[in-house]
């Protein structure tokens, strides 16, 4: 049977929508899993869960600063509170669970805050000298290059520890949450990757493999990873 995958959704409160790049659904699909989309209130996330059996968390807006303990810098960008209380309460009853679970983009800075980790709120602001990590390229373009940790589950799903990714991101990951493990980094030491190796699928890529799987084997290789771990939780 093919694993239940839900996907997160952008949420825009003021124009009561949500909205999800459809490369997420397709790549969901393409490594063998059913997309579910996502939206509930928080209050749901725990029965939501308890019928899907893999979860992806995409990108979009920031996060709050208060998720991870600070004030909003002058380089932070929009919100979506309603987003967040969802997501965090999705993402910790995830972890609690033991479901598998790939975060992307804003999805990796969820896993991180939500674990006790921080963020830099703005990479050109407070963190000078950073390559350029928001690409002003289109979406399958691998604009710079990425060091993977060898050994780690990252650099085991795709089987090599040098390769170039596509960049859309002003924040990154600062402090890793307590546990998890560093992946992968990029040529100016911003984390690219981290995962929890005391969870049976808990990774989290700052690059965007959804806008890569259709000729980026590396890109793939992390939705079917996903959808394989997915997989013994519906057979377990
Ligand atoms: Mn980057």
Redo the contacts with the bound molecule.
């Keep these: 049977m093919r694993p239940w995958i839900g996907i997160t959704c952008g949420f825009d409160a003021d124009e009561h929508q949500f909205r999800l790049n459809t490369p997420y659904q397709q790549a969901i699909e393409a490594a063998g899993g059913v997309p579910v989309l996502l939206g509930a209130s928080p209050d749901l996330a725990a029965d939501l869960l308890s019928r899907l059996d893999g979860l992806l968390f995409t990108g979009g807006a920031d996060l709050d600063p208060a998720l991870y303990g600070l004030e909003p810098a002058a380089g932070l960008g929009g919100v979506s509170p309603a987003r967040d209380a969802f997501e965090i309460a999705l993402v910790r009853e995830a972890y609690r669970a033991g479901v598998p679970t790939l975060g992307i983009c804003r999805g990796c800075q969820l896993l991180a805050a939500a674990g006790g980790g921080t963020l830099f709120q703005d990479l050109p602001s407070e963190r000078p000298g950073s390559?350029k990590?928001f690409q002003d390229a289109p979406r399958g373009h691998k604009s710079?290059a990425?060091e993977l940790v060898p050994g780690t589950y990252l650099a085991e799903t795709i089987g090599q520890t040098q390769i170039k990714?596509n960049?859309f991101?002003h924040q990154?990951v600062r402090t890793l949450p307590e546990g998890a493990i560093l992946a992968a980094t990029?040529p100016d030491g911003?984390v690219?990757a981290f995962e929890d190796p005391r969870h049976p699928h808990w990774l989290a890529v700052?690059?965007h493999p959804e806008g890569l799987w259709r000729d980026d084997p590396a890109a793939l290789a992390l939705f079917r990873s996903l959808v394989e771990a997915a997989k013994k939780v519906v057979s377990a």
Excluded: I, M, N, T
């Design positions: 390559l990590h710079h990425v990714v960049s991101h990154a990029a911003v690219e700052q690059w």
